[in-house]
């Protein structure tokens, strides 16, 4: 339906099905190998689209298997058109997309166009001062006084993410090029008309191939700011990429791309991971009525454990905190835009080893109690490679355990800054993201089952007791439970769309939250600590004629939850 009058225009399928969706997120390098090189690659993906189907999950989404010199493990893209011959082939990419389709699941591709890589065609071209696609990058002189090339002569002292500068001087030209994570990724100017028509095609023609949306890597760093784009230096902010995001012309590059690609259509669904995105931005940017992005990858509550902009700079993480972020989130957003839920990317350590307990006693229950509380919120969950079985963050010990540039740039700028060898492992080990990418563990055997040959990092120990496999096999495992919490949000219009409030607040060990639509009423109570918990029924209200939903243990004591023991009840609205 049309209509010319604007005020009248339909929102932008306000009811979209990713609502109901849970989204499986696929880091290829560490999923399944099938040719023995010890790199995951497509056809192993699709050698496991049963076992994904029977999980549950509505969508795939792929991290980055274009062609790339893998500085950043294909975060840095040097042509966005085709398949890094490590992963494949693009025969092999149409057949995983037929067969994901034929499994009645959708597909999603990484789309990262904040910056290339250094080695895009693209960027090669704009080497040359004269070269029409000069302006497609950010060039500048050194620092007025300063001899192009020595230290100090960098425009400003912005710092890259995964690198001591922003900037990387040039010799052919004499002038020094943007690249806000590292020399090898850099920034593409959007405020070049060009660019964004580029970037316009190249999704039209993912698109038309059959791919059913995009995960837009840090799409809120698009739009640059004032300062920046008018030929000054980068604003000096508060470290982490505050000052960098959040553009002035975001809103407007993100409409126009939604226009130009028609990512409106009825099947696709877009998600923009957003470092620095606020609440007010979030709601912007997700609000059906303004046909930007479906959702959003906010930070905050990943940013919760660290006592400064530093992810490093470790610091302890109260629950009512935690509680206290997701529920303002979910306020922020209850009446325009969408929330997505997760707790586990390729960039987070594991879960279960951050906010749960990983030990032997206590692993299964927490990886159940903090999936059962991520996917009671109200929003769109994600699953990351391995969290549906419980997967640990594996024994880094020492600096030769880790291959992550962000993990090495770390290691080498804090022990040159003077910072003990011993601090900057146990930062690491807290926090590297090379925990995310250790191999999915399918079975006990060599290798986890992962590779014939020699994988590329080495294989959790832990493999022999926390597989996939294993998991299938006991009714009882974290597989059973992610499957039952998935088919729940399937089923439950309450799960999907009721309203949220979060109940004690205050409470040191329980997460309790309300899921209300209509006369249905749904109360989460999770103990998120080893430690059994006294329920507070005076605050909570009667529970003696509440239906279980879902629980984690098979024991229930009516008057307190076991360590790490969930439930999810039905109970009176009145
Ligand atoms: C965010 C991605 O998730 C991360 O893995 C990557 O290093 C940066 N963006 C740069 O592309």
Redo the contacts with the bound molecule.
Sequence with gaps: MTTDHPALAPTSRPDGWWRSAVVYQIYPRSFQDTDGDGIGDIPGITSRLDYLAELGVDVLWL?PVYRSPQV??G??ISDYQDVDPLFGTLADLDELIAATHARGMKLVMDL?V??TSDQHAWFTESRDPASAKRDWYYWRPAREGHEPGTPGAEPDDSRA??APSAWTYDPASGEYYLGI?SPG?PDLNWENEDVRHAVHRMMRWWVDRGVDGFRM??INLISKPAALTSGGPIPAGAGGFGAIANGPRLDEFLAEMNREVGLDAEHLITVG?M?GATVEVARRVTDPARRELNMVFTFEHVNLDQASHSKWDLADLPLPVLKANLAHWQEGLADAGWNSLYLD???QPRAVSRFGDDSPEHRVSSAKTLATVLHLHKGTPYVYQGEEFGMTNAPLTRIEHYQD??SLNYHTLATAGGTPEEEVLASLAAKS?DHARTPVQWDATDNAGFTTGTPWFAVNPDHTEINAEAARRDPDSVFAHFQRLIRLRHDSETVREGRFALLLPDHEQIWAFTRTLEDERLLVVANCSSRPAELPLQELGELDDAELVLGTHADRDPGRLAAWESRVLRVRTL
């Design positions: 991290s950043d493990n975060y840095d990262v904040n910056h993410a995964f994570f990724q890597d840090v991971e470092p990317n390729h960039d540039v962000e993201r």
